[in-house]
C-alpha cells in the first residue's frame, strides 16, 4: 500500500510543474514561489513550540528586505522569548507539547520498522538499533531521542534553542540508558561544515518551521552516510490539514498554541518528495498518522493527507 | 566507604566522559556532569551502597499464580525476555521449590481455568506441567435454581469445542507456573520478605532550569521506584507491580481507592468424593446463594457453597456425615422441586426458535452425583466485590485480586486475573519496541483502558447474577425462569454465554 503511494508521488514529482496544480492556480509561479519565496509567510507572531531551524538564506518577506546575520538574530530572539516560558513544559505530558508525546509512539513505530529493514535489524530485539549512530534534528527536549536510545543507538540530539538542550539534557540525565545522548545547541549547516556523518538522519515536526526546505533537505542529505536512512515528517499542505492541524489543533482543542503552524510553509508529500530527490535522497516509504478521537490513540495508515512521515535512502555515490 | 563510594562516583563519571566523543560546542555540560557526580555523594547513597542496592526493571509484589503468570509471559516474549525481574512474596517455597505429592488428596482450594486461560499457559509453556498432575477438563456444565422452574445445560460441543474449562488446584496452577520458569534463563530474583513501604519519585515534569538533580537523593537512581523489604533490604525498580491479592499492600501504598461492597455472605469450599466419576460442573442457585459443584477428577469434586456468614459457621463446624447429607439435600432436592425436564410445556413456547437447536438444549435435567464423603477439611472465606479505581498510575500498576475482587459464582476471579497479566506483559512489550520508559504512565494507561473495560463488564454481569439470586420474589422467579430457558433454547445466545464465559472477550447479548 505504500508503495503505492509512493509511486504516485514519484510520478507526480517526475511530470514537471503540474505537481503543485492543486493547490496554485498558476503552477509555475507556484514551484518558484514555494522553493523560493514565501508571499504568504509573514514573520511569525507567535513561534512555533518546534524550533524552526534559522538558516544562513535569506528570508524575504513583503516589502521587508533583511540582511541574513539581522534575520538571524531577531528570529532567533523572539523565539527564546517564547520558548523560555514553555521549555519547561517539553516533559510535562499535559502541557503544551502533549500532541507529541501521545503521537511518539506512532512514529517511533514507524521509524524502527523501516530501520530495521534498511539496515536488516532483527525487530524482535530489544535494543535493534544497537551500532547505529543517529541524529535527531530539531531534538526539542529530547521527546524523540530518548526512545531511540533505549532501542540502543548512539544519538546525537541538535536543536538551535539552548533551553531545549539545556532541558533535554536534565531530562536525559535521569536514566542511565539515556544519558549516553549526546546533545548540542547547533544547527545541521554546523554539523554539515564539521563532517558530520550519521546512519540514520531523523528530524521530525521540523521542515514546516525551516525557511528553505530544499536547502534544509540538503543539508540532512549531506548528514547521511551513503545508503544511510533520512526520515522526515510534517504536516501535508491541504485543506484538510487547514482544518484539522490549524482550526482543529489550534482553535478548537487547543492542542497547540495559535500560531504554531502556518499552512503555507506546509509541504506536500509530492513537493518533498521532488526536494529529497534533489538533494540525492530517493525516499521509499511514506505513511500517515491518522487520530481516532474515540480511542484517542494515534495510528500509522496510508491516509497523508494530514500527518505523513517518509522514510527515504541516500543514494549511494 | 567514601572511597568505595568515591570509585563507583568516578566510574560513573568516567564512563560519561568516555562518550561524549565528539566535539560538542558546549562544554559547559561536561563541566555540571562532574560538579553532579561529587556533590551526590553527601545524601543517603552512602546508606544505601551498604544496604546492598539492587536494581530490577520490574518488581512483582506478589508470587503467587497471577504475579507468577505475569513472570512466565514476560520470560515467553522476546521483547521482553532480557529484563531483569525481582519477584517479592514472603512465601519461602517460591524460593526452594517443594515438590507436589500427587498421591496427596485434592486441595480444597481449586480454580476453575477457562479455554483462554489454557490457551494463556499453553503460549508461556506452562500448561505441559499441569497436565503431569491432577487436572480435570470438563465439557458439560448444568445450571438451575431452587425453584424447580427451569433450567441450562450447556456443551462445548454447542461452540464447537472440546472443552468448557479445565478444574485445577491452586497449587498445581502455581507450581506449573514456576516450573515454566525455571526452564527459562530469564532473570528473576525471589526475595522472601514482605513490602514495608514504597516511593515512587516524583516525575521531572516539576524540574526548573537548574540542576536539580541536586536534591534528589541519589543521581542514578532518583527516577526509580524504592521498595523498602521487611527484611531491611532496598530495592529499586523501574515498574512495580502489584500481584499481591485482594489485601493489596502495593495498592495501599500507592494511594488508589477502591469502590466496592461485602457480600453478606461467606463460601464454604471443601473437596467431596463419589461412588462414580463426575465429568459435568454443575452449579444450583439456593435462597442463601449457590453451590456449586465441580468436578476433579477420580471420583473427587470440589464444592463452592456461598451462603450467610452464621449458617457458614454452622456447615464448617457440624460433624461431616450432617455435612455431607446437607450438601446432597442442596445438590438433590431440598428446597424446592426439580426442574421438568420435558419439553413439552415450555419447549413449544419456542419451537420457532428452534431450526438450529445446541446439543446441550436436547439434553434433559440430570441430577448430580450424590456426594458420598468429604475429603478434606472445610474452609470458609468471605465474599466482597472490590474495585480499585484506577489500576495504574506512574511506575505502579495492578493486576489480579489486587485490582479487582469479584464472587466466585461463575469461576471468573482468576481468569480475570490471568487476562490482566497477558495484558499487562503485552503493553510492556510494545512499549520496549518503542523505546519507551516502562514506567511511563502513557503506557500503563493503555493496559488500565484495555482491562478496565473488560472486568468492570463482567464484574456488573456477576454482580447483576448475584442480586437477582438473592431475591426470592415471585415474578422475579419466573423471570429467572424465563431467563434460564431463553439461555437453554436460544441457541445463538447459548453460544454467546458460553464463548463470553471461555474468555472469547465477546459480550454475550450485543456482539
Known amino acids: 500500500m505504500a508503495s503505492k ?8 514529482a517526475l ?52 540582511s541574513p546575520t539581522q534575520t538571524l538574530s531577531s528570529l532567533k530572539e523572539l523565539e527564546l522569548v517564547k520558548f523560555a516560558s514553555i521549555a519547561e513544559t517539553w516533559w510535562d505530558s499535559e502541557g503544551p507539547f502533549k500532541p507529541l508525546h501521545v503521537m511518539n509512539p506512532t512514529r517511533l513505530a514507524f521509524i524502527r520498522s523501516t530501520l530495521c529493514r534498511h539496515f536488516r535489524k532483527d525487530p524482535n530485539s530489544s535494543r535493534p538499533f544497537e551500532g547505529l549512530k543517529i541524529v535527531d534534528v530539531g531534538c526539542g527536549g529530547g521527546i524523540l531521542s530518548e526512545p531511540l536510545a533505549r532501542m540502543g543507538a548512539a544519538v546525537t540530539g541538535v536543536d538551535a534553542v539552548e533551553k531545549n538542550i539545556k532541558i533535554a539534557r536534565l531530562h536525559a540525565e535521569l536514566d542511565p540508558v539515556t544519558s549516553t545522548i549526546e546533545y548540542c545547541c547547533t544547527t545541521a549547516e554546523r554539523l554539515v561544515e564539521e563532517e558530520r556523518k550519521f546512519d540514520a538522519v531523523i528530524s521530525l515536526e521540523v521542515i514546516e518551521h525551516v525557511a528553505d526546505p530544499a536547502e534544509f533537505c540538503k543539508s540532512l542529505a549531506a548528514l547521511t552516510i551513503p545508503d544511510g536512512a533520512t526520515v522526515i515528517s510534517t504536516i501535508n499542505r491541504s485543506m484538510r490539514a487547514y482544518a484539522t492541524a490549524i482550526i482543529g489543533a489550534e482553535y478548537i482543542l487547543h492542542w497547540l498554541p495559535k500560531g504554531t503552524h502556518q499552512w503555507s510553509s506546509f509541504l506536500t508529500p509530492e513537493e518533498l518528495v521532488l526536494i529529497l530527490e534533489r538533494a540525492n535522497i530517493t525516499v521509499k516509504e511514506m505513511a500517515g498518522f491518522v487520530y481516532n478521537p474515540f480511542t484517542r490513540r494515534w495510528s500509522l495508515s496510508d491516509d497523508i493527507s494530514v500527518n505523513f512521515i517518509s522514510f527515504g535512502t541516500k543514494n549511494a555515490q | 566507604m567514601n572511597r568505595v563510594i568515591a570509585r563507583k562516583l568516578a566510574a560513573n563519571v568516567s564512563r560519561l566522559k568516555v562518550r561524549q566523543e565528539y566535539f560538542c560546542t558546549d562544554a559547559a555540560a561536561r563541566v555540571s556532569v562532574f560538579n553532579r557526580g561529587q556533590s551526590s555523594q553527601e ?29 512466565c509471559s514476560l520470560a ?37 481455568v477457562t479455554p483462554a486461560t489454557i490457551s494463556l499457559f499453553k503460549d508461556v509453556g506452562a500448561w505441559q506441567y499441569i497436565e503431569q498432575n491432577r487436572h480435570a477438563y470438563f465439557d458439560k456444565m448444568q445450571v438451575w ?32 507456573l514456576l516450573s515454566c520458569i525455571e526452564t527459562t534463563d530469564f532473570q528473576k530474583t525471589f526475595h522472601p520478605s514482605r513490602l514495608t ?49 485482594g489485601k493489596s499492600r502495593v495498592r495501599e501504598l500507592a494511594g488508589f481507592k ?14 467431596v468424593e463419589h461412588s462414580v466419576e463426575n465429568q459435568c460442573a454443575w452449579q444450583r442457585f439456593l435462597p442463601a446463594g449457590p453451590i456449586a459443584l465441580l468436578p476433579l477428577g477420580n471420583n473427587f469434586s470440589n464444592i463452592v457453597w456461598t451462603m450467610n456468614p452464621k449458617e457458614a459457621l454452622n456447615r464448617k463446624l457440624m460433624n461431616e456425615d450432617d455435612f455431607v447429607k446437607d450438601t446432597n439435600a442442596a445438590l438433590d432436592y431440598g428446597y424446592g422441586p426439580h426442574p421438568k425436564s420435558s419439553l413439552l410445556e415450555m419447549g413449544d413456547m419456542f419451537s420457532w426458535l428452534r431450526g438450529d437447536v445446541t446439543l446441550s438444549a436436547t439434553e434433559g435435567f440430570e441430577v448430580p452425583p450424590k456426594v458420598v464423603k468429604l475429603a478434606s477439611e472445610r474452609m470458609v472465606f468471605p465474599l466482597s466485590l472490590k474495585h480499585a479505581n484506577d489500576y495504574a498510575s506512574k511506575r505502579v500498576v495492578l493486576i489480579g485480586d489486587a485490582a479487582h475482587t469479584v464472587h466466585p459464582l461463575a469461576g471468573q476471579g482468576v481468569n480475570m486475573g490471568f487476562g490482566d497479566a497477558l495484558a499487562l506483559s503485552r503493553v510492556i512489550a510494545e512499549g520496549i519496541a518503542v523505546g519507551i520508559d516502562i514506567g511511563e504512565v502513557t503506557m500503563l494507561k493503555k493496559y488500565e483502558e484495555e482491562r478496565k473495560r473488560a472486568n468492570i463488564m463482567m464484574m456488573a454481569i456477576l454482580d447483576g447474577f448475584q442480586k437477582a439470586y438473592s431475591v426470592d420474589f415471585g415474578p422475579l422467579n419466573l423471570l429467572r425462569a424465563a431467563v434460564f430457558h431463553g439461555a437453554n433454547y436460544i441457541s445463538p445466545l447459548k453460544r454467546n454465554i458460553i464463548s463470553y464465559a471461555s474468555g472469547d472477550q465477546r459480550l454475550p447479548l450485543f456482539s
Open chain 1, 15 to 66: 511530470c514537471s510543474t503540474h505537481v503543485f496544480s492543486p493547490r496554485f492556480p498558476h503552477p509555475t509561479r507556484a514551484t518558484l514561489t514555494l522553493l523560493h519565496f514565501r508571499p504568504f509567510s509573514d514573520a511569525p507572531s507567535s513561534p512555533p513550540p518546534e524550533k524552526p531551524q534559522s538558516y544562513n538564506n535569506t528570508r524575504n518577506d513583503i516589502g521587508m528586505e533583511k
Open chain 2, 43 to 71: 545524601h543517603k547513597e552512602k546508606n544505601d551502597f551498604a544496604n546492598n542496592i539492587q536494581q530490577y526493571d520490574i518488581a512483582i509484589v506478589g508470587g503467587g499464580m497471577v504475579g507468577m503468570a505475569l513472570a
Open chain 2, 258 to 271: 477502591t469502590t466496592g461492597w461485602n457480600y453478606s455472605q461467606d463460601a464454604i469450599i471443601c473437596t
Open chain 2, 197 to 245: 513501604s514504597m516511593t515512587l519519585h516524583p516525575s521531572s515534569s516539576s524540574m526548573g532550569m537548574d540542576s536539580t538533580l541536586l536534591k534528589t537523593p541519589s543521581s542514578s537512581l532518583g527516577h526509580l521506584a524504592k521498595l523498602e523489604l521487611s527484611d531491611g533490604k532496598s530495592i529499586f525498580a523501574k515498574l512495580v507491580v502489584g500481584a499481591d491479592g
Open chain 2, 76 to 112: 515467553s516474549m522476546p521483547l521482553t525476555k532480557h529484563l531483569n525481574v525481582a519477584i517479592i512474596d514472603s512465601n519461602p517455597a517460591l524460593g526452594s521449590r517443594v515438590r507436589l505429592n500427587k498421591g496427596d488428596p485434592p486441595d480444597a482450594r481449586v480454580s476453575t
Open chain 1, 5 to 12: 503511494l509512493l509511486n504516485h508521488c514519484h510520478l507526480r
Open chain 2, 145 to 176: 435454581d431452587y425453584t424447580g422452574l427451569g433450567y441450562t445445560r450447556y456443551n462445548a460441543r454447542d461452540i464447537n469445542k472440546e472443552v468448557l474449562g479445565c478444574v485445577v488446584e491452586n497449587k498445581v496452577l502455581h507450581d506449573s
